[in-house]
């Protein structure tokens, strides 16, 4: 079996699956308990300030997004940081590190905009043994109405700022948790880099409202009759993560800066993604809200079966294996034509790949009396819609076409070069050698 | 020692009062929400449907599943009973494994189609559990038109007329309108007398005036319809029953099937309901499954239902010979009655061994039997008719027969199997194409 153990900016961990700063790090019951059930490392919930501690809404603070089956597959809170002493989290933190040696325990830390408050909070924090910090500039509800979280981490000056205050106060490794409510997520982590941050971790969770009730008009969860938006995270956030865990990833600027993955890790198939695209261990919340601490084991497995098949020994080898083929789309072969194909024996006959291509894309699919479903090449310009509409998984699959054939679509032959948009001939600023 | 089912002779209260309330209790117990949310989460919305070309009323079923799931069950509702105004009764008695979810694609790619019936069931009790009619009466036309049975046929038929602004007189010969609906069906299919309870719903469409207790040929003739009314539609269903053609066809213990059920199904108390030990059914359709079923719920020890045919050859669906297999029915095939044995009352049937062209193959064996049901087929009375094509009606489309005027559909009209939810496409095709006639409407 493979190989789990993690090192991360020097923090080691018996496996890359650590538990995101969030409720279920919320206290030392907890904590220990997630240990035992396997996860190699915790962010603790968020701390604040010394003295008296946030208070939560009383009403529910959480919204949800399903499929089929009510299967949970966004969900939205409006919980704030800690709402518990600074003194309690970090008497229980230095108990559980002492513990649990072994494992990786960091602090996530979220105080004003100053110097001092975030010395202060340094200092007392290094005297429970974890391992490192996280900065919250993430949260982006409640914190933020205060000049905190993503308030904090939408301005990229403030971001490298405090990390600068912290390399400067403390010698504990320091990871920079980004918000994804911004427009460019590489400014932040450009900022984190430049003030001395050891790694980023993202995303935090995205702005949203996940549903209105139409009885009462108001935004849920309803508080009184009142909604006030909330943080996104869950499967549905994955894609959204994935795509900036990357830009950090392929960005010259911050190439090779450590990166903490998070946002909608579910299955160990999602954080072998998040570490493809340069993630070195991952952070996992939902998942765990929604099915316990128990679905690391099947993180475990999972993993170290694919890294068996792949021949991997190390996860170390997975970070980053498929940051050298994530390009601009400029970038992209546009002599390579495929086009798709319906496996008869596989299809069902529910024509939902007709319905999509003939209403809503390139009329390439025929539907004869007996519904028979197949693709005409003439037509198709292998958009993937029939695939991603196809109920039956690999009935259609996309085909390439081979050089020298004739795509009957365009009547063009098929060219073995590759070659991109940069060069085409209908690119008005191409460059095209003559 | 109290009766049970080692007893012999044909006996009432063979069980206890719990498993007689077991046994006719509701066969599919209508999908609770959460259920109906995950059933309906299984529908594909396949495009041109195939389940939708497969149900007899062309309900858009893909459209209702989805409503369902969007938490509109009402809505889908509408879907359905715009197509199939008894969409409550079919939901309960279609033979979905034949009908929609046969050709549902999840049935033919996985061996488990979407729950069709049983989601229509659960949107048509939710609109009807509240009360609502969601139809409403066009202005009257002033034409008059004479339905006769109100079965799923005739039923259908009427409330489309009425729903079009025509004045409809329902006649039933029976005491309680319904069809086999109120007296054929399975009572597990159709339990707190849902049946009146969807006639009445339907009535209040408004311009129906049912008459019941009127038998056509007897009560009424077909000329003073064919004066007093604009059109005539004939949903007289087929009211007689074919014999054995045996001797000793009238010993006591020998009934005929379709009285044993409409006598089931208008009993309050089936604990009163005498059944005998040996029990033995002929016949191979529905109503032969549903006599042996419910011959065995009703405590009956040995239950034999033996089908001249072969088994592929039942008309009886494989979905209703597994429930009659999972009841204790044993089903016996290609054999068919020889003589019936007893002295006034009957004891014994013999049967003969026939191969698959009904060729008789001199084999013979003898069944115990203290009570025997018919069920070898109903035939069509009423008196003077428009022409027969065969034992039925002639009808061209739309259940045009030869009389101008007169339209016919369900069981006795030619053509089309004989289930509720064909019954009520063809009353209702039949109201469209009379409502066009009169009105010069297309
Ligand atoms: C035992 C049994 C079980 C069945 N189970 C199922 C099932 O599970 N699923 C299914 O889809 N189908 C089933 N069927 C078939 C289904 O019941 C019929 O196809 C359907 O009822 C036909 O409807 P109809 O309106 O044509 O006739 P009917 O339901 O027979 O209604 C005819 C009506 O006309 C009346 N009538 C008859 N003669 C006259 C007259 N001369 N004057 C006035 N009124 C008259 C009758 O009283 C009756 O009310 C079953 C049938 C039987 C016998
Ligand atoms: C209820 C709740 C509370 C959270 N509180 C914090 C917090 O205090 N500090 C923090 O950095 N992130 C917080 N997060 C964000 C998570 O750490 C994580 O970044 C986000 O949920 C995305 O990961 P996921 O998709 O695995 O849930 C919270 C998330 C949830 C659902
Ligand atoms: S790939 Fe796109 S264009 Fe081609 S058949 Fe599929 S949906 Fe149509
Ligand atoms: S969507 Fe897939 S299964 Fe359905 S008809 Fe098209 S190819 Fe067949
Ligand atoms: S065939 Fe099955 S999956 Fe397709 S629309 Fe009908 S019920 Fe839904």
């Not at chain 1, 907890?30 to 035992?36: G, H, K, L, S, Y």
């Not at chain 1, 340094?122 to 005297?127: A, G, K, Q």
């Not at chain 2, 202005?139 to 009427?158: D, E, F, H, Q, Y």
Request: charged residues 20%; proline residues 5%; hydrophobic residues 40%.
């Amino acid at each position: 079996m493979a190989d789990l153990t993690s090192t991360f900016i020097g923090i080691k961990s018996p496996n890359p699956f650590w538990l995101a700063s969030a409720p279920p790090t919320d206290k030392e019951y907890n904590v220990r308990r997630a240990f035992d059930a396997g996860w190699g490392g915790v962010v603790w919930k968020t701390l604040g300030e010394a003295g008296p501690p946030v208070v939560n809404v009383n009403g529910p603070r959480y919204g949800a997004i399903y499929g089929a089956d009510r299967r949970l597959l966004g969900l939205n809170n409006i919980e704030l940081i800690t709402d518990r002493p600074l003194e309690v989290n970090l008497e229980e933190m230095t108990r559980v590190k002492r513990d649990y040696p072994d494992h990786a325990l960091i602090a996530s830390l979220m105080v004003p905009m100053n110097e001092d408050a975030w010395r202060e909070i340094l200092r007392r924090v290094e005297d429970t043994g974890c391992d490192g910090v996280e900065l919250n500039f993430g949260c982006p509800h409640g914190m933020s109405e205060r000049g905190m979280g993503s308030a904090m981490g939408q301005v990229p000056d403030y971001v490298g700022q405090v990390a600068h205050w912290c390399k400067k106060h403390s010698d504990l490794p320091v990871i920079v948790k980004l918000t994804p409510n911004i427009t460019d997520i590489r400014l932040p982590a450009r900022a984190a880099k430049e003030g001395g941050a050891d790694a980023v971790s993202l995303i935090n969770t995205i702005n949203s409202i996940t549903s209105v009730d139409l009885d009462l008009f108001a935004p849920e969860p309803t508080i009184d009759g009142k909604g006030a938006h909330g943080g996104y995270c869950g499967p549905a956030v994955k894609p959204i993560a994935l795509n900036m865990v990357a830009e950090i990833a392929r960005d010259p600027e911050t190439a090779g800066l450590p990166i903490s993955g998070i946002g909608g890790v579910t299955t160990w198939r999602d954080a072998a993604e998040f570490m493809t695209l340069g993630a070195g261990n991952v952070q996992v919340c939902t998942a765990a809200m929604t099915y316990g601490f128990k679905v690391v084991e099947e993180m475990i497995s999972g993993l170290s079966q694919w890294m068996d098949e792949k021949g991997m020994t190390s996860t170390s080898e997975i970070v980053g294996r498929a940051v050298p083929n994530t390009v601009n789309w400029q970038d992209l072969n546009l002599n390579y034509v495929t086009k798709a194909v319906i496996d008869q024996d596989a299809c069902i006959q529910c024509g939902r790949c007709y319905a999509a291509c003939e209403d809503t894309s390139h009329q390439a699919i025929s539907m004869s009396e007996t519904r028979v479903f197949e693709v005409i090449d003439a037509e198709c310009v292998a958009c993937n819609l029939c695939v991603n509409v196809c109920p039956v998984e690999d009935c259609i699959t996309m085909e390439q076409m081979a050089a020298g054939s004739v795509d009957p679509r365009t009547g063009k032959v098929v060219e073995k070069e590759y070659a991109n948009w940069t060069t085409h001939p209908n690119n008005p600023g191409s460059c095209a050698a003559e | 020692m109290k009766d049970n089912a080692y007893t012999a002779g044909i006996i009432p209260g063979r069980l206890s009062p719990e498993d007689y309330a077991e046994n006719f209790s509701d066969l599919h117990p209508r999908l609770d929400d959460h259920e109906a949310l995950v059933a309906a989460d299984r529908c594909y919305f396949c495009h041109d449907a195939p389940c939708i070309t497969a149900c007899p009323t062309d309900i858009d079923i893909p459209l209702f599943i989805r409503q369902i799931a969007t938490g509109t069950p009402e809505a889908a509702a509408r879907t359905i009973l715009s197509q199939n105004i008894m969409g409550g009764m079919c939901a309960r008695v279609c033979p979905t494994e034949t009908l929609c979810e046969e050709v549902c694609v999840r049935e033919v790619a996985e061996g488990k189609p979407v729950l069709i019936g049983q989601l229509q069931r659960y949107a048509t009790d939710t609109l009807m559990d509240a009360g609502v009619h969601p139809f409403t009466r066009a202005a009257s036309t002033g034409k008059r038109i004479a339905v006769v049975g109100a079965g799923p046929a005739g039923l259908s038929c009427a409330h489309r007329l009425a729903m079009h602004g025509h004045d409809v007189t329902l006649f039933d010969a029976r005491a309680k309108p319904g069809g086999l609906n109120e007296y054929g069906i399975a009572s597990y299919k159709t339990v707190d007398d849902f049946a009146q309870r969807e006639v009445e719903w339907l009535l209040q469409i408004g311009g129906i005036t049912l008459e019941t207790d009127k038998t056509l040929g007897l009560d009424v003739s077909l000329e003073s319809l064919q004066s007093g009314f604009d059109a005539v539609f004939l949903g007289i269903g087929l009211g007689g029953v074919n014999a054995l053609g045996l001797d000793g066809d009238d010993m006591d213990g020998l009934h005929d099937a379709v009285d044993f059920i409409a006598n089931l199904r208008q009993t309050s108390d089936v604990a009163t309901l005498p059944i005998g030990r040996d029990v033995v059914v002929i016949g191979g359709g529905m109503t032969a499954v549903d006599a042996a079923v419910q011959a065995k719920l009703l405590g009956a020890l040995n239950v034999t239902l033996v089908y001249r045919r072969g088994r592929d050859r039942m008309n009886a669906s494989v979905f209703e010979q597994d429930l009659a297999a999972s009841k204790g029915v044993r089903i016996i095939t290609n054999a068919t009655p020889r003589a019936v044995i007893g002295n006034g009352a009957v004891r014994e049937i013999e049967f003969e061994y026939t191969d698959d062209d009904l060729a008789p193959t001199g084999q013979t064996f003898r069944l115990a039997a203290d009570q025997v049901f018919r069920a070898i087929g109903q035939s069509l009375t009423g008196g003077s008719l428009p022409a027969l094509d065969g034992r039925k009606i002639a009808v061209s489309s739309a259940g045009r027969t030869s009389i101008s005027g007169i339209w016919a559909g369900g069981d006795c009209a030619a053509g089309g199997d004989d289930l509720t939810v064909t019954a009520v496409a063809e009353g209702r095709d039949a109201a469209m194409d009379i409502h066009a006639t009169l009105t010069g409407a297309t």
